[in-house]
Nanobody, 124 residues
Framework: QVQLVESGGGSVQAGGSLRLSCAAS????????MAWFRRAPGKEREFVAG????????RYADSVKGRFTISRDNAQNTMYLQMNSLKPEDTAVYYC?????????????????WGQGTQVTVSS
């Protein structure tokens, strides 16, 4: 099993920045591809960004391209999401996810492990 714990959420004004972290523990060798999803109030959970184990391949939702950057440090078993130029529509609970396969799926069904989420609130 893999345990995932998110941190770094908070409240920020539009145009500001936050960096989310996702720390993995347990059987971390099973956490190959990893990703961030988010769920805004009243909406379905959606894909934000994903990264393969080596970091050589990343994917982003169109809504965050050019503003968010995903990265990981396998030595620290930690994944990051740098969020810049935040907008009120980025307000959501952000979830970390990992899969035993090394393919970044845009579908949450493609992930085996999930964190509890961290709240990000962007005010206008």
């Amino acid at each position: 099993q893999v345990q995932l714990v998110e941190s770094g959420g908070g409240s920020v004004q539009a145009g500001g920045s936050l960096r989310l972290s996702c720390a993995a523990s347990g059987r971390t060798s099973s956490a190959k591809a990893m990703a961030w999803f988010r769920r805004a109030p009243g909406k379905e959970r959606e894909f934000v960004a994903g990264i393969t184990w080596s970091g050589s391949s990343t994917r982003y939702a169109d809504s965050v391209k050019g503003r968010f950057t995903i990265s990981r440090d396998n030595a620290q078993n930690t994944m990051y999401l740098q969020m810049n130029s935040l907008k009120p529509e980025d307000t959501a609970v952000y979830y970390c996810a990992a899969t035993r396969g090394n393919v970044v799926s845009l579908d949450q069904q493609g992930f085996d492990y999930w964190g509890q989420g961290t709240q990000v609130t962007v005010s206008s």
